[in-house]
T-cell receptor, first 113, second 114 residues
Framework: GESVGLHLPTLSVQEGDNSIINCAYS??????FIWYKQESGKGPQFIID?????DKRQGQRVTVLLNKTVKHLSLQIAATQPGDSAVYFC????????????FGKGTHLIIQP | KAGVTQTPRYLIKTRGQQVTLSCSPI?????VSWYQQTPGQGLQFLFE???????NKGNFPGRFSGRQFSNSRSEMNVSTLELGDSALYLC?????????????FGSGTQLSVL
């Protein structure tokens, strides 16, 4: 079946720099995408979502970009802080809800002081 | 507003036993979904309940089952536990379960099967 994947398992950035986490998806029928953040010992926490009729959406310090042509999703975090250290997952709703959310494997974001 | 609450937080069981996990959704949310998270397979969809009915089911054996009560609280049960069932079990709720609706997750139940 089709699934969502991540380009890098670990990303290390300097505190204060911008972070970019990438995600590739393969189901062209997907119409809703979400980014989650998971800290150690906690469940996934919603960060931002985007629908397929958009190519960019901004939140507080975060921006999600969607490129449907190449089936690529990215999460940009501005001015990365120590509290941003976590595993980041992209997810898509590719089955119209019948298959739940399909999650990528996750990228571990490490913040260097 | 309280978030999604899962109990217990940790469980240790032995092979062959069964286990029941509990989830209380956010107040007002009527859809509850369950996910299994393991280091090897990541997050995988188990099933989704709405108004006490299972609407969707992932690709898991029949040993995994669930139910939802009239107050939207949900339980999932795993019978005849196997070592490979060791995982973090996550519950998520949403208002209506619409496919384009954000899910809110609990902190999970960490199940260890010995």
């Amino acid at each position: 079946g089709e699934s969502v994947g991540l380009h890098l398992p670990t990303l290390s950035v300097q505190e204060g720099d911008n972070s970019i986490i990438n995600c590739a998806y393969s189901n062209s029928a997907s119409d809703y995408f979400i980014w989650y953040k998971q800290e150690s010992g906690k469940g996934p926490q919603f960060i931002i979502d985007i629908r397929s009729n958009m190519d960019k959406r901004q939140g507080q310090r975060v921006t999600v970009l969607l490129n449907k042509t190449v089936k690529h999703l990215s999460l940009q975090i501005a001015a990365t802080q120590p509290g941003d250290s976590a595993v980041y997952f992209c997810a898509e709703n590719s089955g119209g809800g019948a298959d739940g959310l399909t999650f990528g494997k996750g990228t571990h974001l490490i913040i260097q002081p | 507003k309280a978030g999604v609450t899962q109990t217990p937080r940790y469980l240790i069981k032995t092979r062959g036993q069964q286990v029941t996990l509990s989830c209380s959704p956010i107040s007002g949310h009527r859809s509850v979904s369950w996910y299994q998270q393991t280091p090897g397979q990541g997050l995988q969809f188990l099933f989704e309940y709405f108004s006490e009915t299972q609407r969707n089911k992932g690709n898991f054996p029949g040993r995994f089952s669930g139910r939802q009560f009239s107050n939207s609280r949900s339980e999932m049960n795993v019978s005849t536990l196997e070592l490979g069932d060791s995982a973090l079990y996550l519950c998520a709720s949403s208002a209506t379960g619409d496919p384009n609706e954000k899910l809110f997750f609990g902190s999970g139940t960490q199940l260890s099967v010995l």
